[in-house]
T-cell receptor, first 113, second 113 residues
Framework: DAGITQSPRYKITETGRQVTLMCHQTWSHSYMFWYRQDLGHGLRLIYYSAAADITDKGEVPDGYVVSRSKTENFPLTLESATRSQTSVYFC????????????FGPGTRLTVL | SQQGEEDPQALSIQEGENATMNCSYKTSINNLQWYRQNSGRGLVHLILIRSNEREKHSGRLRVTLDTSKKSSSLLITASRAADTASYFCATAGGLYNFNKFYFGSGTKLNVKP
């Protein structure tokens, strides 16, 4: 199916565990983004990638790691989850980065106990 | 922070009325975009207005941009119950932040049938 997908859609984990959220897009868009959405904060950019093997920090990168070995995938890893990372995580892709519209995935609701 | 801020935070209107939402931002931008988010869903792109444009239309949507005041407005005319959603502005650009989007905290619109 064409589009952008995220998995899992829901995840409950414990403090200190490593968690990886997956994002896959079928458009071959160059740019991909990870955001977190918390009540009262809108969306905040965690990391973005301009192409395979090119990533850069966003507004709130601490505690997160990303990689992009293939254009279509952009996994986000929480190396040691904390309660403050409880949030809804959205992945997005764009052909021309900020000069273009972004297409968002359905989100992953992560709860860290 | 370049973050946009929407105003009002919440808006409740009757079907058929117009809805106006405002967005203010802090630094220079390349473009400003508006997104809609239905409850529990990902964001959907509505319209993009570039820094050298003052007004843009798309169907029932009208967006204005005043770079001297660092503000934008989104007007939805003849609103429908299906327009009930949260609306976010997103700013992008600036010399050192070109591919970084900054989202405001959103306006929650409720259109009563």
């Amino acid at each position: 199916d064409a589009g952008i997908t995220q998995s899992p859609r829901y995840k409950i984990t414990e403090t200190g565990r490593q968690v990886t959220l997956m994002c896959h897009q079928t458009w071959s868009h160059s740019y991909m983004f990870w955001y977190r959405q918390d009540l009262g904060h809108g969306l905040r950019l965690i990391y973005y990638s301009a192409a395979a093997d090119i990533t850069d920090k966003g507004e709130v990168p601490d505690g997160y790691v990303v990689s992009r070995s293939k254009t279509e995938n952009f996994p986000l890893t929480l190396e040691s989850a904390t309660r403050s990372q409880t949030s809804v995580y959205f992945c997005a892709s764009s052909e021309m980065g900020a000069a273009d519209e972004q297409f968002f995935g359905p989100g992953t609701r992560l709860t860290v106990l | 922070s370049q973050q946009g801020e929407e105003d009002p935070q919440a808006l409740s209107i009757q079907e058929g009325e117009n809805a106006t939402m405002n967005c203010s931002y802090k630094t220079s931008i390349n473009n400003l975009q508006w997104y809609r988010q239905n409850s529990g869903r990902g964001l959907v792109h509505l319209i993009l207005i570039r820094s050298n444009e003052r007004e843009k239309h798309s169907g029932r949507l009208r967006v204005t941009l005043d770079t001297s005041k660092k503000s934008s407005s989104l007007l939805i005319t003849a609103s429908r119950a299906a327009d009930t959603a949260s609306y976010f502005c997103a700013t992008a650009g600036g010399l050192y932040n070109f591919n970084k989007f900054y989202f405001g905290s959103g306006t929650k619109l409720n259109v009563k049938p």
